[in-house]
């Protein structure tokens, strides 16, 4: 049981952002085979609100307080060797406990949950129809969590690739079960319903086998409170109270977008485009970054851990902001070409593409809160981040309800965006008391400027692009956008080195190593 050597950094982003990328490319698929199948119809709203149920809970619950608590101090027991197998099969179980109960308190009180989370669906169909699915697949959250737990073992000991891949069952099953519905004849919705624990299943399948592989076999037992558990706890408890402020505003996004038919939706799939570089960079970065400081915490190199989040910080940019702009000058033509098919018409592609400008506008911002959240989760410091997640809440809040009369969905997208950005301007003021162990290398910040310009130098090739193959997306959207990707790619590629915000060769050597 005794931990790989710290893997390199850049070879451990590229082995979690593969295989997460992997995920997002298999869920763009399952999005598709939906709007497809489903359009922006009743079914498709309610199904969303009944999944993003278990998942609020397991943002809260795995993701969020738990593993951000757990982490380190796994991580630094496994450094010393001191008990981390006990350890982690105690707050399995005790994670577990937690789960089974609010499992059953949920299944009772979901159509208090439903309205909770989507009180423009009273009186129609489409609450019925969340109610019910939610009910099936609520039991999702005591897998997935537990899964997310196994995970965070996992990376805290070098071994990446098992719970990265994990995500991409979750998406094979759901296009296998669209699949299955419509050469059997039955009720899609339901069958997404019942495919959702069933993939939680496999997901903790998965990393059970590779947690036991690597001399972590966790197996049930007797709930135990022991010292350590104890100390979890307090960690955890301004994390949970981070998460559940986190799962506030996504509430209030719902509860803003539910009172137009649709608009869930069109919110759901920009989500979707955006995450696919969040996902990809925010989270490789989030996941390496949060062990590997809390290594160097536990050995005292300061220095060390500063060039970790420098590192961190220029790689997460480098991918993210050229993303940002793009989604910004051509939002309408990547979702035209992803979705408009099938019973999602024109109409639903332009409200999606409004979306996905906005949400384009926050995605740094949203990528650097996972570089500079490690830095108080390594010191097992939660309390700051919920503090700045309450704030957050408030300006998250305020201008969702308050834009809402003048420009409708479109104002859950907007406050998003801007808590977002407030969201890391406080994160990275507050991390300034820690020191120059916190701060970017000058060597970080001069390219970071560069790879701002050659990102803005890209969206004008890439908007230049779009006009010239009009014609093309007059024949095949399909084809016009896997040209104008390519010529994005390019250009960055080629201004990047212009500019100097990277070196081709150095990143090939440096994944290399």
Do not use: C
């Not at 380190?72 to 937690?98: C, H, N, Q, W, Y």
């Not at 402020?245 to 799939?269: K, P, Y």
């Amino acid at each position: 049981m005794a931990p790989r050597p710290a893997p390199r950094l850049a070879r451990a982003f590229a082995t979690v952002g593969v295989w997460t990328m992997l995920s997002r490319v298999l869920g763009f698929v399952r999005d598709v085979a939906f709007a497809a199948v489903l359009g922006a119809g009743p079914v498709f709203d309610a199904f969303i609100v009944a999944f993003s149920l278990p998942n609020l809970f397991r943002r809260l619950f795995a993701e969020g307080a738990f593993n951000m608590a757990f982490v380190p101090m796994f991580s630094k027991k496994v450094e010393k060797g001191d008990g981390a197998l006990p350890f982690a099969r105690d707050a399995a179980m005790g994670l577990a406990t937690i789960l089974i109960v609010l499992t059953v308190i949920a299944t009772a009180a979901m159509p208090l949950l439903v309205l909770a989370m989507a009180s423009g669906f009273a009186g129609d169909e489409r609450f019925d129809l969340a109610v019910l699915y939610g009910r099936i697949a609520f039991p999702y959250i005591l897998f997935i969590s537990l899964a997310a737990l196994l995970s965070g073992v996992l990376n805290a000991t070098g071994r990446f690739v098992a719970a990265a891949a994990a995500p991409a069952l979750l998406n094979v099953l759901f296009v296998a079960a669209v699949a299955l519905a419509l050469h059997s004849g039955l009720d899609v919705g339901l069958v997404l319903a019942w495919t959702v624990p069933i993939a939680g299943a496999a997901q903790l399948a998965l990393v059970w086998w590779a947690a036991a592989r690597a001399g972590y076999r966790l197996v049930p037992g007797r709930p135990r409170i022991t010292p350590e558990l104890k100390r979890l706890a307090v960690i955890a408890a301004p994390a949970a109270l981070a998460g559940g402020v986190v799962q506030v505003n996504l509430l209030v996004g719902r509860q803003v977008a539910s009172r137009t038919e649709g608009a869930i939706t069109w919110l759901s799939l920009a989500d979707r485009l955006y995450q696919l570089p969040l996902g990809v960079v925010g989270i490789a970065v989030g996941v390496v970054l949060l062990p590997e400081l809390s290594r160097r915490l536990s050995d005292g190199d300061a220095a060390a851990g500063r060039r970790s989040l420098s590192r961190a910080a220029e790689f997460a940019l480098a991918l993210t902001v050229p993303a940002a702009v793009a989604l910004l000058v051509v939002p309408l033509p990547l979702v035209s070409a992803l979705f408009q098919r099938g019973a999602f018409g024109p109409d639903d592609t332009a409200a999606t593409a409004v979306a996905v400008a906005i949400y384009g506008l926050g995605l740094p911002a949203f990528v650097l809160q996972k570089v500079w959240q490690p830095v108080f989760f390594a010191r097992e410091d939660t309390r700051t981040p919920f503090r700045i997640a309450v704030a957050a809440m408030v300006v998250n809040a305020a201008l969702a309800f308050g834009l809402m009369p003048a420009i409708g969905f479109a104002a859950a997208a907007v406050a998003t965006t801007v808590a977002g950005w407030a969201t890391f301007l406080l994160l990275a003021r507050a991390a300034r008391r820690h020191g120059e162990d916190v701060r970017l290398l000058p060597d970080a910040k001069a390219r970071i400027w560069r790879i701002v310009l050659a990102s803005l130098a890209m969206g004008v090739v890439v908007w230049g692009a779009n006009l010239a193959l009009l014609p093309v997306f007059g024949t095949s959207r399909t084809l016009g956008i896997v040209a104008l990707v390519a010529v994005g790619i390019l250009s960055y590629g080629l201004l990047g080195q212009l500019f100097g915000a990277f070196r081709l060769r150095d990143l090939v050597n440096s994944a290399r190593r």
